[in-house]
């Protein structure tokens, strides 16, 4: 396989298991960032490695921690399955040259992946990623040989989490807790630090199974059907749970419904305003709902915008003081932890937020569109086109756009991801974009009217 293949997206490299992700491309990305760390960091700081519960991920796991130790370096393997935001905070509490986490996130089963976590604990940027690439096809010369050792990030990552939930406060609820990892990464991880605090959980789907149960690793309304039957047979219960790494969420409340990320990030920005005494910024994506906005104004906080994918997320927020910053599809961390999403700490202050304000999630929602007096709607379509149908339509919205859509005029075009555009009224806008990790065209509608959206998304499909 040629290095031109090998193509990083907003979170690492993925590819078909047997077809482009081989242990032949494996070793060309593994050299490459073992040249990066020996140039940044030396060959003194270790280097871990991680995996997911995904078909063969264990195997390129191993493959790769004896290559890295064969040109010289100390080696940390986890012993078992890591969800990816323990491995980057073990990436920065070790003192490390960087970590290497082999999954494929949310994906289908049929791919894998590699990511790079530098020693910050958050996605690599495209600087670095870039370097990364150059670096592929270098041969290094002779070196001693390195180390290799099996370690284990529970207690670590669990003691940190403790200093920053209020676990005393959670074991006040009288709600049951309910539990879905997908047959992934999570299983083992969110429940044990509960079930280490005395609280139950109720838990389904907790084996590992590369298939996924037949449904993908991603903790979407549409996958989450039999789990929101288990909440509402535990009435009064929330629901929990993560996608194939657990770096992403999904919470059920007590009447069975999926409350999008959107409003969840609401929910908590609201939660470690009001009762955590949180200081700093909000940092969304362009793909970001207005009711983020709104409630960052009724604060009087600022707001930073970046473009979607974490890594540009988790950038803004080493640079900045913040509260709480995330993206739309369900990634979110938080100031006081590390610049990586983490979906178990965003389903443990979900908890926490239930716990101090002594209300459902329910009447968090509830109390959400009170504040900003709004309900707004968000709906994401995503096109499969191919290579010119897609550059084709980005060069349509980009460079001659319509003055309108559906009736409502453009009133401000940002072009910081894709295309987005604010229209009339300052309550509607449309974002297309390319998706960085699926060969996707996703387009993107915030409203508060439905009609609109349906009827937008078919005047852009006919210019399609």
């Known amino acids: 396989m040629a290095k031109e293949d090998i193509k990083f997206g907003t979170d690492g490299y993925r590819a078909i298991i047997g077809e482009k992700f081989t242990f032949e491309n494996v070793e060309l990305i593994v050299k490459s960032i073992s040249c990066y ?29 004896d290559l890295l130790k064969t040109l010289g370096h100390k080696v940390l393997l986890s012993e078992s399955y890591i969800p990816t935001p323990a491995l980057a905070f073990c990436a920065k509490e070790y003192n490390s040259a960087g970590a290497l986490m082999f999954t494929a996130s949310h994906n289908p089963p049929e791919y894998c992946g590699i990511k790079y976590i530098p020693d910050y604990a958050g996605p690599a940027t495209s600087d670095i990623t870039n370097e990364l690439i150059e670096n592929l096809g270098l041969e290094q010369g002779d070196v001693k040989e390195g180390t290799l050792t099996l370690f284990n990030a529970k207690k670590d990552y669990f003691a940190h989490l403790n200093t920053i939930i209020d676990f005393e406060k959670i074991k006040t609820l009288k709600t049951t807790i309910c539990f879905d990892p ?66 992403r969420y999904a919470i059920i409340d007590e009447n069975g419904y999926f409350v999008t990320p959107n409003e969840v990030m609401a929910i908590l920005l609201n939660h470690l305003l009001k009762y955590k005494n949180a200081k700093g910024s909000l940092v969304k994506t362009v793909a970001g709902s207005l009711m983020l906005d709104k409630i960052a104004e009724h604060y ?62 329910v009447e968090l929602r509830n109390e959400i569109s009170e504040i900003i007096n709004a309900k707004y709607i968000n ?3 995503d096109l499969k086109l191919t290579e010119e149908e897609k550059s084709k339509s980005m060069d349509l919205f980009l460079n001659n756009p319509p003055e309108e859509f559906y009736g409502k005029k453009i009133k401000n ?27 996707l065209l996703r387009i993107y509608f915030e409203s508060l009217d439905a009609g609109f ?7 852009i499909r006919s210019l399609i």
Not at 39 to 63: C, N, Q, W
Not at 453 to 459: F, G, H, L, T, V
């Open 413 to 439: 075009i940002c072009k910081k991801d894709g295309v987005k555009f604010y229209l009339e009224g300052g309550n509607d806008w449309i974002l297309i974009r390319f998706s960085g990790t699926e060969p």
């Open 300 to 361: 009087g906080i600022d707001v930073i915008e970046t473009a979607v994918g974490f890594k540009h997320v988790g950038e803004a927020m080493r640079n900045n003081q913040t509260v709480i910053g995330g993206e739309e599809s369900g990634g979110l961390s938080i100031g006081s932890h590390i610049p990586e999403k983490d979906g178990i700490l965003a389903n443990l202050l979900m908890l926490e937020a239930v716990a101090y304000s002594g209300k459902t999630i």
């Open 453 to 459: 959206i349906d009827s937008a998304y078919n005047e």
């Open 182 to 247: 997908l047959y992934a990464t999570a299983n083992g991880w969110f429940d044990e630090i509960l079930k280490e605090h005395n609280l139950d959980v109720k838990i389904i789907h907790n084996w590992r199974d590369p298939l996924f149960g037949g449904c993908m690793p991603e903790p979407k309304d549409k996958y989450l059907g039999e789990f929101k039957f288990l909440v509402l047979e535990n009435h009064p219960a929330v629901g929990f749970s993560n996608d194939g790494d657990a770096d």
């Open 37 to 65: 760390a020996k140039k940044h960091y030396g060959i003194e700081k270790p280097l871990l490695v991680g995996y997911d519960t995904r078909f063969m991920a264990d195997k390129f796991a191993s493959f790769a921690a």
């Open 379 to 381: 709906k994401r379509f």
